[in-house]
Nanobody, 127 residues
Framework: VQLQASGGGLVQAGDSLRLSCAAS????????MGWFRQAPGKERTFVAT????????YYTNSVKGRFTIFRENAKNTVYLQMNDLKLEDTAVYYC?????????????????????WGQGTEVTVSS
């Protein structure tokens, strides 16, 4: 499956932004989908994941209440709605897919459990 992330940009603290990740070449509705981010000079970290059915969504603590992950299986697209952006949200955001089965809950945040990755879209939050 190929993933294409978009929607990044330069925004001010407190603003909102919606990232999109379009999938092609596979059966999108069968995949758990996630968002990760990598800040300058840091490792890639988990942001959010949504189950293939859309029935379960999981977030890293720092974005709970501000970010929402959702998907439109009919459009083969997963989104990350980011509200009340903070300086520390500045990063390159990557979407990822688990194409071979379901990720167990304890492994949701481990990037090694995702087997397809998009190219990343950059989000810069300024004060």
């Amino acid at each position: 499956v190929q993933l294409q992330a978009s929607g990044g940009g330069l925004v001010q603290a407190g603003d909102s932004l919606r990232l999109s990740c379009a999938a092609s070449g596979g059966t999108f509705s069968n995949y758990d989908m996630g968002w990760f981010r990598q800040a300058p000079g840091k490792e890639r970290t988990f942001v959010a994941t949504i189950r293939r059915s859309g029935g379960g969504a999981y977030y890293t603590n720092s974005v709970k209440g501000r970010f929402t992950i959702f998907r439109e299986n009919a459009k083969n697209t997963v989104y990350l709605q980011m509200n009340d952006l903070k300086l520390e949200d500045t990063a390159v955001y990557y979407c990822a897919a688990k194409t071979g089965g379901r990720i167990i809950l304890s492994a949701i945040q481990d990037s090694r459990n995702y087997d397809s990755w998009g190219q990343g879209t950059e989000v810069t939050v300024s004060s």
